[in-house]
Nanobody
Framework: DVQLVESGGGSVQAGGSLRLSCAASGFTFSRYCMGWFRQAPGKEREGAAIIDGGGRTNYADSVKGRFTISKDNAEITLYLEMNNLKTEDTAMYYC??????????????????WGQGTQVTVS
């Protein structure tokens, strides 16, 4: 069974950094797009960063140049390096998987497997 478990969230001051991890099990990354999504209170869930099986990436404009998505295929772990964090980055961050994707689209409706989320608070 596909499982995704996020970790690494926390509270940080503006300008600081955090690294999120998503440990996956039950599948291999090669046939999946993997993504980091975020949802702030009262807002829709949005795709922050996506990576496909071949390593192509796609970022939301709001995080370009500050966030980096990466993956370790051997460890089946997804990462999100977040630098120069801003208060508007405060949200619950979710890891998600999409089987059989052909491009790293950011629409959350394409993703069928989700983790439980990890909170990031920037003050």
């Amino acid at each position: 069974d596909v499982q995704l478990v996020e970790s690494g969230g926390g509270s940080v001051q503006a300008g600081g950094s955090l690294r999120l991890s998503c440990a996956a099990s039950g599948f291999t990354f090669s046939r999946y797009c993997m993504g980091w999504f975020r949802q702030a209170p009262g807002k829709e869930r949005e795709g922050a960063a996506i990576i496909d099986g071949g390593g192509r990436t796609n970022y939301a404009d709001s995080v370009k140049g500050r966030f980096t998505i990466s993956k370790d295929n051997a460890e089946i772990t997804l990462y999100l390096e977040m630098n120069n964090l801003k208060t508007e980055d405060t949200a619950m961050y979710y890891c998600a998987a999409r089987y059989g994707c052909t491009e790293p689209a950011k629409d959350p409706r394409f993703f069928g497997r989700w983790g439980q989320g990890t909170q990031v608070t920037v003050s």
